[in-house]
């Protein structure tokens, strides 16, 4: 509860001009304040997300598994990064969205805005477009390349990035197979529209994926401490691919 001796209206006018990392200061100022930003559907954070998101964002199914205004904002503020993309990859207005120019012999790549190196994170990756010859989803750190000639598994294909390509159900770090995955027997193939949720073990050195909500078990083990980004590679033209940020995954 607010202290009473707190005026709501006045505190909600206040922190809706200051910036997130203002209000995550003001948070840790006293219990009122924190129970009063607690709510993730306050008007506060909804100020916040009609002010920085896109219009078409707010309530596009695409968001459909963040629920509140500050979860909503959370993943904008982790969604692609169209500053650290293949010149032949653009961000859509809504901000989630990849999409790849019809561009012949060329593989590319987007990473997110924010990477990890502690912690645990979850974010769903849906590819909302033809997948091609190669498709691959992971992570990479910032020395990963995000542009190749030819088709190629880009992601993987180095020394700083891990990924599942999504086509040959195979996973590929350094320029090699890892084996197979999921280890199923028969594992069906990704169908276009499914959410992917990828999930990230800064403390335990794993990354894992999720599909209609059944884990498919870790794919790679021994990462390294580094800052890490969710990273797509593509080769079809035209294809597009969405990533929302989840937060915290949930065990069980």
């Not at 997130?20 to 840790?28: F, T």
């Not at 020395?143 to 891990?162: I, N, T």
């Not at 320029?175 to 073990?201: C, S, T």
């Amino acid at each position: 509860m607010v202290d009473p001796l707190c005026n709501y209206n006045v505190l909600e006018a206040i922190f809706s001009y200051l910036e997130l990392n203002d209000l995550n200061r003001c948070s840790q100022v006293c219990k009122s304040w924190y129970h009063f930003l607690n709510d993730e559907n306050s008007d506060v954070w909804r100020w916040h997300c009609l002010r920085k998101l896109p219009k078409e964002s707010v309530k596009s199914d695409l968001l459909a598994s963040v629920t509140t205004y500050k979860t909503k904002l959370r993943a904008y503020l982790h969604a692609w990064n169209p500053n650290d993309c293949s010149r032949n990859v653009y961000i859509k207005p809504n901000g989630f969205t990849l999409h790849r120019n019809p561009v012949a012999q060329s593989t590319d790549a987007a990473r997110s805005k924010i990477g990890f190196r502690q912690g645990r994170h979850a974010w769903e990756v849906i590819w909302e477009g033809p997948l091609g010859t190669v498709a691959v989803i992971g992570i990479s750190t910032k020395e990963a390349a995000l542009q190749c000639h030819g088709y190629v598994a880009l992601l993987g294909s180095d020394d700083q990035s891990w990924g599942w390509n999504l086509v040959e159900n195979h996973l590929l770090h350094n320029g090699d197979m890892q084996g197979n995955y999921p280890l199923l027997n028969n594992a069906p193939k990704y169908q276009v529209g499914e959410r992917i949720r990828v999930i990230l073990d800064c403390d335990d050195n794993t990354l894992s994926f999720e599909k209609n909500y059944e884990f498919l078990g870790v794919a790679f083990r021994g990462l390294p401490d580094k800052k890490l980004y969710p990273t797509v590679s593509a080769v079809y033209g035209n294809t597009e691919v969405s990533m929302v940020y989840l937060g915290t995954p949930l065990d069980g």
